[in-house]
C-alpha cells in the first residue's frame, strides 16, 4: 500500500474492499501458502500497522478538533474583554480629543471578529472512507 492510497475515517473504518478480500483469503483458503517475503503473517503484521497509524490519525484529528474549540473559547473570551475594555476606555477618554478619536476609530464588528462558524450538515463520522487528502484538508 503507497501513501496516497492511504485512507482514514472512524477509528474502526475497515480497510478498503479489495484489500479486506485478500486479507479475508490469507486468513482463508491461502493461510498455509508462503510466497516470498510475503504470507499470512507478514500481511497480519502489515495490516496490524495500518490500524494503529489509523488510529494514531484519529487520536491526532481529535486533539486538532479540541484545540480548534479551545481557540474559538479563547478568542471569543478576548473579543468579549477587548468589548468592555474598549467601553470604559471610550468612557475614560471623554476630554481627552486625541484618545476619543483614536477609540473611534477602532470599530469591533463581532462578524468579522468573532470565529467562523462552520455552517451545513455536520460531516458523517463513520461508514465513510477518506482519503488522504481529504483527512488533510480536516486539519487545516
Do not use: W
Not at 477509528?11 to 510466497?35: K, M, T, Y
Not at 504470507?39 to 484529528?61: F, P, Q, S, W
Not at 474549540?69 to 468579549?80: I, K, R, T, Y
Amino acid at each position: 500500500m503507497t501513501s496516497s492510497s492511504k485512507s482514514s475515517g472512524a477509528a474502526a473504518a475497515p480497510p478498503p474492499d479489495p484489500v479486506q478480500a485478500v486479507l479475508d483469503l490469507f486468513e482463508g483458503p491461502l493461510a498455509d501458502i508462503q510466497f516470498p517475503d510475503l504470507d499470512r503473517e507478514t500481511l497480519r503484521e502489515v495490516a496490524g500497522e495500518v490500524e494503529r497509524r489509523r488510529a494514531e490519525l484519529c487520536a491526532a484529528l481529535e486533539t486538532v478538533q479540541a484545540a480548534r474549540n479551545n481557540l474559538d473559547d479563547g478568542q471569543a473570551a478576548l473579543l468579549e474583554q477587548v468589548r468592555r475594555a474598549h467601553a470604559y476606555a471610550s468612557v475614560y477618554a471623554e476630554g481627552d480629543e486625541a484618545l476619543s478619536a483614536a477609540l473611534a476609530d477602532i470599530k469591533l464588528d463581532a462578524r468579522k471578529l468573532a470565529p467562523k462558524q462552520k455552517r451545513g450538515r455536520p460531516r458523517k463520522k463513520s461508514g465513510k472512507q477518506q482519503t488522504s487528502l481529504s483527512v488533510a484538508e480536516d486539519a487545516a
